[in-house]
């Protein structure tokens, strides 16, 4: 039996406009109907549907995270089943939908990491947030910009060696390791349909070509954790990278002679970027300067958030078998290196509108809809007739109070101001 809903008198943060005191019908997992509110102000009350108040509060669509290695303990690469634990948790953090990340790790651990994403996306857990293809944070990246990234994991694309390059760089360990680029192809290969973004460095010898292998399979490749210079960026944009890892983070620095990678990405309108929006990774001015340059429809907030988020200050972590400390701002290696945030999407939120200035109604769209549309999520990210139900209802200070996904309830915020 579907179960109808009605979310009664919020205010509806569609495409572009908010509709003061809407209700919403949910007919299981879609949204039927979105009703303006009535003279007498009124809600409707469809016979049969369960009326939920949601008057004082925001009703958005559910945020989708495009880059989280993990929260409240858990690390993608942990052993065990991390991906659910993290799928579980994070409705409470308005996240409906989210790419669960890794960083460069050993074609075992790949693999395990990449067999659990596969099980989520077959069958969605009660209660969890839909597991996406994942995103590879890969082992093809630029020792020099590792930043939290293990250095023994890092490996050249498969291919041509270059001589001069690799007396440059430090060699990578391949082929000396005890695993090469193309094992890690090979799970890569083996797990297609569950590997969605590989974050690369486009300068390393061969990677253009891996660019159009990865891509040409159906792949999304992303461009970061690089040292490339803007012809190298456009180079690799022209051979089919669609992406920007964490802009502006772990990337050549952008002036006005040399606009490097972070010039690139922000000139080329057929790219889109992730932006950590937890104000400390990347300056307010210049989160404001991305959104300026790319518009809404070109900037993705992600957490990049470690095991970390949703601890308290102090608290230790995993981030890919190495031990990181929540510190007051970021996630940090024992040696103090950045290692990720400890934001999680309605923090990203509150940042955009608190701190960047921007209307809700843009914020929604870097939370939700344009990474929906981004990672090609049809029917997701937007509230809309006919859309999927998956929503967030959210307090005047835009905290959490309950969280849809498929049209049922899977967080309430039972402390929330608004329901007392
Ligand atoms: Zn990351």
Redesign the pocket.
């Known amino acids: 039996m579907t179960v109808r809903i009605v979310l009664a008198g919020g205010d509806l943060v569609l495409p572009g406009r908010v509709l003061p005191r809407g209700s919403l019908l949910l007919d299981g997992p879609r949204i039927e109907a979105i009703v303006e509110p009535s003279k007498g102000g009124a809600t409707p009350e469809p016979s049969g549907a369960a009326l939920v108040d949601v008057r004082n509060c925001y009703v958005l669509p559910g945020f989708v995270d495009a880059?989280v290695?993990g929260v409240e303990g858990f690390d993608t690469l942990d052993g065990g089943d991390p991906i659910a634990g993290i799928a579980a948790r994070l409705p409470r953090y308005g996240v409906t939908a989210f790419c669960p990340?890794t960083?460069a790790c050993g074609p075992r651990e790949l693999a395990r990491a990449l067999e659990q994403v596969g099980r989520a996306r077959a069958a969605r857990a009660e209660g969890s947030a839909r597991v996406l293809p994942a995103h590879l944070?890969s082992n093809f990246i630029n020792p020099k910009y590792q930043g939290a990234q293990p250095f023994d994991c890092l490996r050249l694309p498969p291919g041509l060696r270059d001589p001069a390059y690799e007396r440059r760089a430090p060699l990578y360990g391949a082929p000396d390791g005890d695993f090469s680029a193309d094992d890690i192809l090979n799970v890569i290969a083996s797990a297609r349909t569950d590997v969605g973004t590989v974050t690369l460095a486009p300068e390393l010898p061969g990677a253009l070509a891996l660019v159009r292998t990865l891509v040409s399979a159906g792949h999304r490749v992303s461009l970061g954790h690089s040292g490339a210079s803007f012809d190298e960026a456009i180079e690799a944009i022209e051979a089919g990278a669609g992406f920007a890892?964490?802009l502006f983070n772990r990337m050549t620095p952008m002036t006005h002679r040399a606009p490097g990678l972070p010039g690139a990405v922000l000139a080329r309108e057929d790219v889109h970027a992730e932006l950590i929006c937890d104000g400390y990774h990347v300056h307010p001015a210049m989160c404001r300067v991305a959104i300026g340059a790319k518009g809404i429809t070109g900037v993705m907030a992600i957490t990049?958030g470690t095991g970390g988020s949703g601890l308290a200050p102090g608290s230790t972590a995993w981030l890919g078998g190495r031990s990181i400390r929540v510190g007051p701002r970021a996630a940090e290696l024992e040696d103090g290196t950045l290692a990720?945030s400890t934001l999680t999407m309605d923090g990203a939120l509150r940042m955009l509108v608190g701190i960047i200035g921007l209307p809700l109604v843009d914020a929604a769209a870097l939370c939700s809809t344009t990474p929906a549309r981004a990672l090609g999520l049809t029917g997701l990210g937007l509230i809309a007739e006919g859309a999927v139900a998956d929503i967030v209802v959210l307090d005047r200070s835009l905290r959490v109070v309950r969280t849809f996904i498929d049209g049922r309830e899977v967080y309430v915020n039972t402390g929330a101001a608004a329901l007392r």
């Open positions: 880059h290695h990340t960083v944070e890892t964490h990049d990720g």
